[in-house]
């Protein structure tokens, strides 16, 4: 009795060293896959970082995660400027003006929605919220065609202001306003203010205004993030390589340069690899020092503020 | 102070609708007399259902790969809150910096065995050239993993937030009562972030029926012809622009917008995505509070 006492002791007391030997293994398979697929995110974007700093030759035949030589770059960026007389410096002043004008119609046309909509008793609140909402859920390709007709209609293909109003409409920016508006001024507020006297715009510009400094840091870092590497738009909108932006301009240089198409003869500048990757560069990088300094803003702003962290 | 905003929606979001309803009967090339009946001519355009099969075998594997993989990626990263698990996720958000003409040279250069950062790989699997990879049959594997790449990191982020607004009491008397983290996973988590697996789900459905610029750059700049017309939103474009078919490309345009607008709807309505949202008049407000006011008295 006493030995099958004892072997029942032993047994019980193995069962949860094995279950926490296999929680182990569980948790460390389950870190080691993160942390392949963080690198594996990684690579790409480091080939694109380092690519121009070879040769094309280099870019071929080296080791593709090496590093050559910072004179690469310079070499690569003096290519760039010299290809089409300098129309990359356009593209780059074109992505620039393009963007800090979207940016700037966008943030501010949907921060004071935002504001009315919250603030203020408007009748067909309910239509204006479902259509904004529609207009957040609904891609912004499906509408390219329509739009089109619609700018040729009134003569702004080609002109930049025709890409610049149309990404102006900032429908998921209306709705976080409204949303940001709504959990930090309490309409008891507004009812006093109104009281004293205060008309709409001076509420906005007294009260709201001064507290929507982070809101307007969200509405700003979306607009950027969506429209400068927008492809679609201005690809359709803008047919001179003079009004190209940086993203079309990258698939115009793809089109043009023998180093991905063989078929193409010699430019007459050396528009190879490099000269790609670095074009590649000045599309992504703007990008991912946004996304990585504004991280928990993208996760807070995506979920348009249902979370409560 | 709302006008501006009511002005662009009105100009960019309503009208052009409404302009591609009066163009769809307008002449053209294909439909000389006009009339509604584009809408037939569209749907037996020879290029239409060759478009479709490839969108939908794009669709089919493309969302149910996001969302299984980027649900279960979330719930591995919610496991425990390690420090080095930050540096991880600033990791996932960098493919997210890579989309449009930048994937495309990117996905090339991935897939080309001579230039590509795991060229090692590629040739132990015995891959040494690029045709044996950049042909038309491979090409929705190639966009599925081109949309997926870009767009799962920026979604496990996401998600991942959504799961960091479950409540801590909750999780705690699940491991009380004895949870595995598997069993928390499913069935406590997962049921708690549904809406915003739904959100998910119908906006990568309706971004993925509209692909365009991967095949359109691929076909027009680096592999001349292996994209042709391969998506609706090529063929639309094709319509437009190339046949000068503009009434036929509005009717597809209209016929793809039906599928993403009931999505929208959907969330809309059907889910708790919105529920702070509030859809009622200030009149009906205040009848409520009287109301409310009536009955607590």
């Given at each position: 009795?006493?030995?099958?006492?004892?072997?029942?002791?032993?047994?019980?007391?193995?069962?949860?060293?094995?279950?926490?030997?296999?929680?182990?293994?569980?948790?460390?398979?389950?870190?080691?896959?993160?942390?392949?697929?963080?690198?594996?995110?990684?690579?790409?974007?480091?080939?694109?970082?380092?690519?121009?700093?070879?040769?094309?030759?280099?870019?071929?035949?080296?080791?593709?995660?090496?590093?050559?030589?910072?004179?690469?770059?310079?070499?690569?960026?003096?290519?760039?400027?010299?290809?089409?007389?300098?129309?990359?410096?356009?593209w780059?002043?074109n992505s620039?003006t393009y963007n800090l004008a979207i940016v700037?119609i966008a943030?501010?046309?949907?921060?004071?929605?935002?504001?009315?909509?919250?603030?203020?008793?408007?009748?067909?609140?309910?239509?204006?919220?479902?259509?904004?909402?529609?207009?957040?859920?609904?891609?912004p390709?499906?509408?390219v065609?329509?739009l089109f007709?619609e700018m040729?209609?009134?003569?702004l293909i080609d002109n930049p202001w025709s890409v610049i109003l149309i990404s102006s409409l900032?429908?998921?920016?209306?709705?976080?306003?409204?949303?940001?508006?709504?959990?930090?001024?309490?309409?008891?507020?507004?009812?006093?203010?109104?009281?004293?006297?205060?008309?709409?715009?001076?509420?906005?510009?007294?009260?709201?205004?001064?507290?929507?400094?982070?809101?307007?840091?969200?509405?700003?870092?979306?607009a950027?993030?969506g429209n400068w590497g927008n492809y679609f738009m201005p690809y359709i909108m803008l047919p001179s390589?003079?009004h190209y932006t940086l993203p079309v301009?990258?698939?115009?240089?793809?089109?043009?340069?023998?180093?991905?198409?063989?078929?193409?003869?010699?430019?007459?500048?050396?528009?190879?690899?490099?000269?790609?990757?670095?074009?590649?560069?000045?599309?992504?990088?703007?990008?991912?020092?946004?996304?990585?300094?504004?991280?928990?803003?993208?996760?807070?702003?995506?979920?348009?503020?249902?979370?409560?962290? | 102070?709302?006008?501006?905003?009511?002005?662009?929606?009105?100009?960019f979001?309503?009208?052009?609708?409404?302009?591609?309803?009066?163009?769809?009967?307008?002449?053209?090339?294909?439909?000389?007399?006009?009339?509604?009946?584009?809408?037939?001519?569209?749907?037996?355009?020879?290029?239409?259902?060759?478009?479709?099969?490839?969108?939908?075998?794009?669709?089919?594997?493309?969302?149910?790969?996001?969302?299984?993989?980027?649900?279960?990626?979330?719930?591995?990263?919610?496991?425990?809150?390690?420090?080095?698990?930050?540096?991880?996720?600033?990791?996932?958000?960098?493919?997210?910096?890579?989309?449009?003409?930048?994937?495309?040279?990117?996905?090339?250069?991935?897939?080309?065995?001579?230039?590509?950062?795991?060229?090692?790989?590629?040739?132990?699997?015995?891959?040494?050239?690029?045709?044996?990879?950049?042909?038309?049959?491979?090409?929705?594997?190639?966009?599925?993993?081109?949309?997926?790449?870009?767009?799962?990191?920026?979604?496990?982020?996401?998600?991942?937030?959504?799961?960091?607004?479950?409540?801590?009491?909750?999780?705690?008397?699940?491991?009380?009562?004895?949870?595995?983290?598997?069993?928390?996973?499913?069935?406590?988590?997962?049921?708690?972030?549904?809406?915003?697996?739904?959100?998910?789900?119908?906006?990568?459905?309706?971004?993925?029926?509209?692909?365009?610029?991967?095949?359109?750059?691929?076909?027009?700049?680096?592999?001349?012809?292996?994209?042709?017309?391969?998506?609706?939103?090529?063929?639309?474009?094709?319509?437009?622009?190339?046949?000068?078919?503009?009434?036929?490309?509005?009717?597809?345009?209209?016929?793809?917008?039906?599928?993403?607008?009931?999505?929208?709807?959907?969330?809309?309505?059907?889910?708790?995505?919105?529920?702070?949202?509030?859809?009622?008049?200030?009149?009906?407000?205040?009848?409520?509070?009287?109301?409310?006011?009536?009955?607590?008295?």
């Open positions: 009795m006493s030995i099958d006492f004892e072997e029942k002791a032993q047994v019980t007391s193995e069962q949860p060293r094995k279950k926490r030997r296999k929680i182990k293994i569980g948790h460390f398979a389950v870190n080691a896959w993160l942390i392949f697929w963080a690198v594996l995110s990684v690579i790409p974007m480091l080939w694109l970082v380092l690519a121009p700093s070879k040769t094309d030759r280099e870019v071929s035949y080296k080791n593709p995660l090496s590093f050559a030589s910072f004179h690469g770059y310079i070499r690569a960026w003096k290519n760039l400027q010299d290809f089409n007389s300098g129309v990359l410096a356009h780059v002043i620039v700037l943030s501010i046309t949907a921060s004071l929605a935002g504001f009315v909509i919250s603030a203020s008793r408007i009748r067909f609140k309910k239509a204006f919220l479902i259509s904004t909402l529609i207009m957040m859920l609904v891609p390709v499906a509408l065609i329509p007709i040729n209609k009134v003569n900032y429908p998921f920016g209306a709705f976080l306003s409204y949303i940001y508006y709504s959990n930090t001024i309490p309409p008891e507020i507004y009812e006093s203010a109104r009281l004293d006297g205060c008309s709409d715009f001076s509420l906005y510009s007294r009260i709201a205004f001064p507290l929507s400094y982070p809101l307007l840091a969200l509405l700003a870092f979306f950027f993030v390589p003079e301009g990258l698939g115009a240089l793809f089109f043009s340069t023998p180093a991905i198409n063989p078929g193409n003869g010699a430019t007459s500048v050396p528009i190879l690899k490099p000269e790609i990757a670095l074009a590649g560069v000045l599309v992504a990088v703007p990008v991912m020092i946004v996304f990585l300094i504004s991280q928990k803003r993208l996760i807070r702003g995506m979920l348009a503020g249902s979370i409560k962290e | 102070m709302l006008s501006p905003y009511l002005l662009l929606l009105f100009l979001g309503v009208l052009p609708l409404i302009m591609a309803i009066i163009n769809v009967p307008s002449k053209s090339p294909s439909n000389p007399n006009g009339g509604w009946h584009v809408f037939k001519i569209v749907l037996h355009d020879f290029r239409l259902v060759p478009a479709m099969w490839h969108v939908l075998g794009f669709m089919a594997l493309f969302v149910p790969l996001m969302i299984f993989f980027v649900l279960a990626m979330s719930l591995m990263l919610d496991v425990d809150a390690a420090p080095w698990k930050k540096w991880v996720r600033l990791a996932y958000i960098v493919p997210a910096c890579v989309s449009g003409s930048v994937a495309v040279l990117l996905w090339y250069v991935l897939l080309e065995p001579t230039l590509s950062p795991f060229k090692g790989v590629m040739h132990w699997f015995g891959i040494t050239q690029a045709t044996q990879i950049w042909k038309t049959s491979n090409l929705t594997y190639i966009l599925v993993f081109m949309a997926f790449f870009s767009l799962a990191g920026q979604w496990i982020l996401i998600q991942f937030g959504s799961l960091q607004s479950i409540s801590h009491e909750i999780l705690e008397a699940a491991r009380v009562d004895g949870c595995s983290q598997f069993q928390l996973a499913t069935k406590i988590k997962l049921p708690l972030i549904r809406k915003y697996v739904i959100y998910m789900g119908v906006l990568v459905f309706a971004g993925g029926l509209q692909i365009f610029v991967e095949p359109q750059l691929l076909n027009s700049s680096v592999y001349h012809g292996i994209a042709q017309q391969w998506s609706f939103d090529q063929l639309s474009y094709s319509l437009a622009f190339d046949n000068g078919n503009f009434g036929e490309a509005s009717a597809l345009s209209l016929m793809l917008l039906v599928p993403s607008l009931i999505g929208a709807l959907l969330v809309i309505f059907k889910t708790d995505m919105f529920e702070d949202v509030n859809f009622k008049s200030p009149k009906k407000l205040r009848k409520e509070a009287l109301k409310r006011e009536a009955v607590n008295a």
